[in-house]
C-alpha cells in the first residue's frame, strides 16, 4: 500500500510519500516532494504510487494575508497535479479555499469551505480540472471527503459554526468548552444533473466531536460503521449505519 502524507515543514511544504506491507510494524519513506506550487497543501488524492493531486487552500504564507483572503472569501486556492515523472502543474486555479478532494470513476469531488459548496470536476487529457457541477451548502461548511467506493456516496464532515470553529484551531485543546458544532452528510450523485442529493446523517451540538474532521465506511464481516475523527480529540467515534 502506498501512503501520501501533507508534510508542513519549516520554512516550505511538501508531499511524503510511504509504502506499508501487510503486517508489518513499520512503513518505508519512499520520497519527499517540494515545489513552489505546492505551496499550501490541505488535502491529496493519490492517482498512483507516484502521482497525485492536491489542494492548495490559499495562496499566501503571512498570516494577515492568509486571514484576509479567507475572511474576505477570495478565490485564491488552487489543484496542482503531479505526474508519474515527477512534473507538477496547475490543474485548476481561482476556487474559494479548496480543502478536501476525493474520487469516484471518472469524477473527481473537491470541497470548498469559503463557498461552502462540493464541486464536481471532469480530469481532461492534460490532467487539468473542468468542471462539471457543484452543491451549495447553505448552513455548514465542508471540510474532508470520503468516497464509498462500494457505492460512490459521498461523505462530508461538515462545520456548523465558523467562528468557534475558528477559534478552536488558533487555541487548540483537548480540554477545550469550546463549541463549534459538526454535521456529516451523505452525498449520492444524482443520475440526471452533475449534483447531489443530500441526506444528514449525524448532527452535534460540539459536546462529543468539538472538530470533526473526516468520516469514513468500515466494513468488516456482518457489521458496518462510520468512523469519525476529529482535529482536537484524542478518539474515534464509531456510528451504526
Known amino acids: 500500500m502506498t501512503f501520501m502524507f501533507v508534510n508542513h515543514q519549516p520554512g516550505h511544504a511538501a508531499v511524503s510519500i510511504f509504502t506499508y506491507a501487510h503486517g508489518a510494524n513499520y512503513m518505508v519513506h519512499v520520497e519527499t516532494v517540494a515545489t513552489d506550487l505546492l505551496h499550501s497543501p490541505n488535502n491529496i488524492l493519490a492517482m498512483s504510487q507516484r502521482a497525485f493531486y492536491a489542494t492548495n487552500d490559499i495562496k499566501f504564507d503571512h498570516h494577515i494575508m492568509r486571514t484576509l483572503s479567507t475572511n474576505m472569501r477570495l478565490a485564491h486556492?488552487?489543484?496542482?497535479?503531479r505526474n508519474e515523472t515527477g512534473s507538477f502543474s496547475v490543474a485548476l486555479a481561482g476556487i474559494r479555499y479548496p480543502n478536501g478532494i476525493a474520487r469516484y470513476k471518472s469524477q473527481i469531488y473537491v470541497a470548498s469551505c469559503s463557498d461552502p459548496s462540493v464541486h464536481i470536476y471532469r480530469a481532461n487529457a492534460d490532467n487539468s480540472l473542468e468542471l462539471q457541477g457543484r452543491t451549495i451548502f447553505p448552513d455548514s461548511i465542508p471540510?474532508?471527503?470520503?468516497?464509498?467506493?462500494q457505492n460512490g456516496q459521498i461523505?462530508?464532515?461538515t462545520f456548523l459554526k465558523s467562528r468557534e470553529t475558528h477559534k478552536l484551531f488558533h487555541n487548540p485543546s483537548l480540554e477545550t468548552s469550546r463549541i463549534a458544532g459538526t454535521r456529516?452528510?451523505?452525498?449520492t450523485?444524482?443520475?440526471d444533473a452533475p449534483s447531489f442529493d443530500i441526506e444528514s446523517l449525524l448532527v452535534d451540538s460540539g459536546e462529543l466531536m468539538p472538530t470533526a474532521t473526516i468520516a469514513a465506511v468500515q466494513r468488516r464481516n456482518q457489521i458496518q460503521r462510520m468512523l469519525v475523527g476529529c482535529v482536537m480529540c484524542n478518539f474515534v467515534v464509531t456510528c451504526k449505519l
Open 77 to 81: 486556492g488552487s489543484v496542482v497535479y
Open 184 to 187: 456529516i452528510l451523505r452525498l
Open 189 to 191: 450523485l444524482r443520475n
Open 143 to 149: 471540510d474532508n471527503l470520503f468516497v464509498d467506493p
Open 155 to 157: 461523505y462530508a464532515t
